[in-house]
């Protein structure tokens, strides 16, 4: 076991946050995650730290999850089932999906973060939830080190939402997840936000799967920053989901407000309008602030600590709650 001491975890987590592990270890295989869990019980674990801000020194022992690999289980005329290992990038296993024209998951490219992590918070992007390609999830149980597999309907699975966050969080460490993709008949998903406007504006009237991947990489890159240029998370916030009867009093007061709807009783109201609405898009506050393109992404210029930035967030809910009457979620995970 290679554990090394006194490490910073700057280059582990994506919002650059310049932290100290006391102790620190690379797992590239689950038989050495096993072995490593008999002896030590009480870890913190870190793998593409997309989806975190560390505020503080880690007293724990931190267990960086580096196993790769895919493999393809069994496939039809129609369909491709595969096993991907927790520590494969996820931006690039979504592009050798598209290489390989399985279909699915195109409209999650360049979200930032490893494979493991995506059943956890259900990631999301235009239109498409990952649960709707997820068939398993193979799982360590930390006390009992016994490798168990989660069903689809095991995880729970809701919007940014899955059991890995509620009753069992801190309980297991996700080892690989499997996914169902499409061979041919690809259930193309153009309608949500920009990326029909983006493929009429390269005058694309049948895309393929790359072309949707590409047109997503293209109004990624023009709204969001690029973490190894400045440090960030992606989206902060979760977008709230309001009653109807609420949503159209707030209507009243703000015609313009953009919504989705979730059902015939609920509507989802972006975040990131309510928070430029309230004047933060563009602030900068020494070394941290808010994106300038996007008011969802909160940032790190550089030297910033997580516990600026946690303040700042803290510091928007208030100003939306008292302004909207709208509670903002924290989508990161704050590591207090």
Same mark, same amino acid.
Request: proline share 3%; glycine share 8%; charged share 20%.
């Given at each position: 076991m290679?554990?090394q001491?006194?490490?910073?975890? @700057? ?10 592990? @006391? ?9 050495k &995650?096993?072995?490593?869990?008999? %002896? ?9 730290g ?36 927790a ?15 399985y ?19 259900? %990631? ?15 799982? &360590? ?10 069903s ?5 699975f ?6 890995? @966050? ?7 460490i ?24 983006? &493929? ?17 990489i293209?109004i990624?890159?023009?709204?969001l ?18 009653s109807?009867?609420?949503?159209l009093?707030?209507?009243?007061k ?6 989705y ?6 509507i989802?109201?972006?975040a ?8 933060? @898009? ?5 070394d941290?602030?808010?994106h ?9 210029y ?20 008292? &302004?909207?009457? %709208? ?10």
């Amino acid at each position: 076991m290679n554990i090394q001491h006194n490490i910073s975890l @700057k280059k582990y987590n994506t919002f650059g946050i310049d932290v100290i592990a @006391k102790r620190f270890i690379s797992i590239d295989a689950v038989y050495k &995650l096993q072995q490593l869990l008999k %002896i030590e019980k009480d870890v913190f674990l870190i793998s593409g730290g997309s989806n975190m801000l560390l505020t503080k020194d880690i007293e724990q022992l931190v267990v960086h999850i580096d196993i790769k690999g895919i493999s393809i289980d069994k496939e039809d005329e129609n369909f491709v089932y595969l096993t991907v290992n927790a520590g494969e990038n996820w931006h690039n296993f979504v592009l050798w999906c598209v290489d390989n024209n399985y279909g699915g998951i195109e409209n999650l490219s360049l979200i930032p973060g490893n494979v493991g992590t995506c059943p956890i918070q259900n %990631i999301g992007a235009y239109g498409v939830e990952v649960k709707d390609t997820i068939t398993k999830v193979e799982a &360590l149980e930390i006390a009992t080190q016994k490798l168990n597999t989660f069903s689809n309907q095991d995880c729970n699975f809701g919007y940014r939402n899955s059991i890995f @966050k509620n009753d069992a969080k801190g309980k297991y460490i996700i080892t690989s997840v499997g996914f169902r993709l499409t061979k041919k008949h690809h259930n193309l998903n153009t309608s949500y936000g920009a990326i029909a406007t983006e &493929l009429a504006s390269k005058k694309i009237e049948k895309p393929t799967l790359k072309n949707i991947s590409d047109a997503v990489i293209a109004i990624r890159k023009s709204k969001l920053p690029d973490p190894k240029v400045i440090g960030n998370s992606g989206s902060f916030f979760k977008n709230p989901v309001v009653s109807k009867d609420f949503f159209l009093t707030l209507q009243k007061k703000y015609p313009n407000i953009p919504s989705y709807t979730v059902s015939d009783s609920e509507i989802k109201v972006p975040a990131g309008w309510l928070i430029e609405r309230a004047g933060f @898009k563009g602030n900068r506050f020494g070394d941290f602030g808010v994106h300038e393109k996007q008011a969802l992404v909160l940032v790190n210029y550089g030297n910033a600590s997580g516990k600026e930035i946690y303040e700042l967030a803290q510091k928007i809910q208030q100003n939306i709650l008292e &302004l909207f009457e %709208i509670s903002l979620e924290i989508e990161v995970n704050i590591i207090h």
